[in-house]
């Protein structure tokens, strides 16, 4: 089992700001959104979230969400995802020359505070992407939880948030859908 890199870490926990489960948004406000980047760290100082980056920070959530999905088997929503895509070309990246760490991915240096903030999102998500790591960090396929995961299976097979919850009902929904089909066949 290996264990998530510090990246998939953030974007797990950014991408699970939204419980399906229990119709929850824990950053459905821009006030939400700046407490939970300064709880991780990202948002320092006097600047806060506005609305427009609020919007941004969703539209980035929501498309990332949907290309975890896709890591399960699901058929990602395109407009969606189209939507991270322009959010992200808002959010720009720089790769360092110099200084203590070269060739490290930064957010622009002319990004107003808050969107370094979302940009160090940005960061993690690409560093996911180039590495290939992206594939372990899944959306559940049990459609009623939604919950990303880091999947720690050898050959990346994974599904499901927890096999004892998520995929139980799943296998479960399949056994009573095989019998109810053999019932049917035969009266």
């Avoid at 229990?22 to 407490?35: H, N």
């Avoid at 919007?55 to 990602?76: M, N, Q, T, Y």
């Avoid at 903030?117 to 396929?141: F, H, I, M, Q, Y």
């Amino acid at each position: 089992m290996r264990d998530a890199p510090a990246s998939a870490q953030l974007i797990q926990a950014f991408a699970n700001t939204v419980d399906v489960e229990l119709a929850t948004d824990e950053i459905d406000t821009a006030r939400k959104l700046d407490g939970w980047l300064r709880a991780q760290g990202l948002l320092r100082g006097g600047e806060r979230i506005g609305a427009a980056e609020h919007v941004l920070g969703l539209r980035l959530r929501s498309g990332i969400r949907e290309a975890l999905g896709a890591h399960v088997g699901d058929r990602p929503d395109p407009a969606l995802q189209d939507e991270a895509t322009k959010a992200l070309r808002d959010l720009p990246l720089v790769v360092t020359a110099g200084g203590d760490t070269p060739g490290t991915l930064a957010p622009a240096p002319q990004l107003t505070a808050s969107r370094k903030a979302l940009a160090a999102l940005a960061v993690a998500w690409s560093e996911l992407a180039v590495t290939g790591e992206a594939a372990r960090l899944k959306r559940c396929s049990e459609h009623a939880c939604a919950w990303v995961f880091w999947d720690t299976s050898k050959n990346r097979s994974g599904r499901w948030c927890s096999m004892r919850v998520c995929g139980n009902r799943a296998k479960a929904r399949r056994y009573a859908a095989r019998q109810a089909a053999g019932a049917a066949q035969s009266g």
